[in-house]
């Protein structure tokens, strides 16, 4: 039986954006909140949350750039010129603030202080735009001609870009709120709820929003969904229906959790918030790779295209099979590590 190598790699390389997503994610999401905090012990509690694990989240960074750049070579070569600017942006940005994880606990003078703490909740903040935009650079599309990128350096900067930037900045602070629920006690538990309310709302606008800009985009994501400017295709929206109904139902059944009082009669724990703002971001992203399947340049060049050749995907997928286990339990087993509530004192220290 033949092995559809580039499909296969095309879904690693899916899972790993998505677990990055999810997992940076939420400490992007946490560090933005830090800067809102009331005073510095409130945002050293925010960062002790994530302070155990925000670098290996990062792991999934890599794999997912480093997987796109082994095996689909053609789609490295036209996907980084088209979003050199916002990829140096957001790398400049992930270092300020890993930087700042360590240096606001070293920092004696107040301004010193203030500029790490600056450095922390803006390169959160940036980082998650950036990132947005790239989405919605690659979902718009890139043009191509000759097998290169053909277009312009700020071809990426446009009205749905803007949208999406702001849709995901907006999706991570969700996270971050709902991980916050998760982690903390007492006054930043509530406070954490309470933000995850008001967050839950831009999320569930802005999934209907990018939803309709996207099918608006090119011809074949409407037909794909069973739209066209006359009619709506039963037969081909109806299979589809279930994946947009499930994230607007986990945005209700949020809804309903944070709004219960915690400790009442049928309140749900504190980690099912996160889980359920899991399930939403994973309905908009297999969405997402309904509407752009099966191209990895949209909407020029398929994953078979841009594949290497079947013996180095073969290589390479001997050892993610080794590889990935391992990353997997070692993540599972740090998350259990430091699991349970943070208390004053947890974190960095400045020694």
């Not at 010193?112 to 599309?141: D, P």
């Not at 990128?149 to 999706?171: M, N, Q």
């Not at 006690?185 to 954490?192: D, F, P, S, T, V």
Request: aromatic share 14%; hydrophobic share 55%; charged share 15%.
């Amino acid at each position: 039986m033949d092995i559809d190598l580039p499909l296969i790699w095309a879904l690693i390389l899916a899972v790993g954006v998505m677990m990055y997503v999810l997992l940076d994610g939420f400490d992007l999401g946490v560090g933005m909140f830090t800067a809102i905090a009331k005073d510095e012990e409130e945002r050293n509690m925010m960062t002790a949350t994530v302070e155990p694990v925000w670098d290996g989240n990062e792991t999934w960074l890599i794999i997912g750039g480093g997987g796109l750049f082994a095996a689909f070579p053609t789609a490295y070569a036209i996907i980084m010129p088209a979003f050199y600017l916002p990829v140096l942006i957001m790398l400049a940005a992930l270092i300020f603030r890993g930087v700042a994880f360590e240096f606001r606990h070293k920092a004696v003078r107040k301004p010193t202080r203030l500029f790490w703490n600056g450095a922390f909740y803006g390169g959160s903040f940036t980082a998650a735009l950036s990132q947005g935009i790239m989405l919605g650079g690659m979902v718009q599309g890139v043009r191509v001609e000759g097998g290169a990128f053909a277009g312009g350096t700020f071809d990426w900067l446009t009205p749905f870009t803007l949208l999406t930037g702001i849709s995901v900045v907006i999706g991570y602070v969700l996270l971050g709120a709902c991980w916050l629920v998760l982690k903390t006690e007492n006054e930043l538990h509530a406070k954490a709820r309470k933000w995850a309310r008001m967050t839950l709302v831009g999320v569930a606008i802005c999934f209907l929003a990018v939803s309709f800009a996207t099918l608006s985009l090119d011809p074949s994501i409407g037909e794909r969904w069973g739209f066209s400017m006359s009619h709506i295709d039963p037969a081909r929206f109806l299979p589809l229906a279930p994946v947009p109904l499930v994230g607007m139902v986990l945005c209700v059944w949020m809804w309903r959790d944070l709004s219960m009082k915690p400790g009442a009669l049928g309140s749900a724990p504190d980690w099912r918030p996160y889980l359920l703002a899991v399930g939403i971001f994973l309905s908009g992203y297999i969405g997402l790779g309904v509407s752009l399947f099966p191209y990895i340049v949209p909407y020029e060049i398929s994953v078979w295209e841009a594949a290497a050749a079947d013996n180095a995907l073969m290589l390479m997928f001997v050892g993610a099979i080794i590889m990935l286990p391992i990353i997997l339990t070692y993540t599972a087993y740090v998350y259990s590590l430091f699991w349970g509530k943070v208390k004053p004192g947890d974190g960095y220290h400045a020694s």
